[in-house]
C-alpha cells in the first residue's frame, strides 16, 4: 500500500483543514487507517483511527474534540477533518495503514511521507 497525504499547510490559530491520504496498491478498502502527528523533538503521536467500513473509529484523547476521521473507499482515501486549530496542533501529520482492527493504535505496516501543519497564533 502506498499512501500519500495531502492538504496540510499554514493556517491561523481557530482555524480548520483537512488533510486527505490518497492510497493505491493493496484493496484499501481491507485496511484500518490511522493518523498520527509528530510534533518537532516529540514523539510520533497517535490521533485517531477508522476500520475498513468506516463504521468503527477511535481517537486519542487529544483528537477527539476536535478531529474527525472519515474514509472514502470508493475515492481510496481516508480524511482527517481538523478544526479550532491550536499552535500547539503544529506537526507533521502521517497516515498510516494495518490489515486489521485489532489494535487501532498501532503498529502500522504502511505510512505516508507527511504533510506539515503549521498553525499561527
Known amino acids: 500500500v502506498q499512501l500519500v497525504e495531502s492538504g496540510g499547510g499554514l493556517v491561523q490559530a481557530g482555524g480548520s483543514l483537512r488533510l486527505s491520504c490518497a492510497a493505491s496498491g493493496r484493496t484499501f478498502s481491507a485496511y484500518t487507517m490511522g493518523w498520527f502527528r509528530q510534533a518537532p523533538g516529540k514523539e510520533r503521536e497517535f490521533l485517531a483511527a477508522?476500520?475498513?467500513?468506516?463504521?468503527?473509529?477511535y481517537y486519542a484523547e487529544s483528537a477527539k474534540a476536535r478531529f474527525t476521521i472519515s474514509r472514502d473507499n470508493a475515492k481510496n482515501t481516508v480524511y482527517l477533518q481538523m478544526n479550532t486549530l491550536k499552535p500547539e496542533d503544529t506537526a507533521v501529520y502521517y497516515c498510516?495503514?494495518?490489515?486489521?482492527?485489532?489494535?487501532?493504535?498501532?503498529?502500522?505496516?504502511?505510512w505516508g511521507q507527511g504533510t506539515q501543519v503549521t498553525v499561527s497564533s
Open positions: 477508522t476500520s475498513w467500513s468506516g463504521s468503527s473509529t
Open positions: 498510516a495503514a494495518r490489515p486489521d482492527w485489532d489494535s487501532p493504535r498501532g503498529p502500522y505496516s504502511y
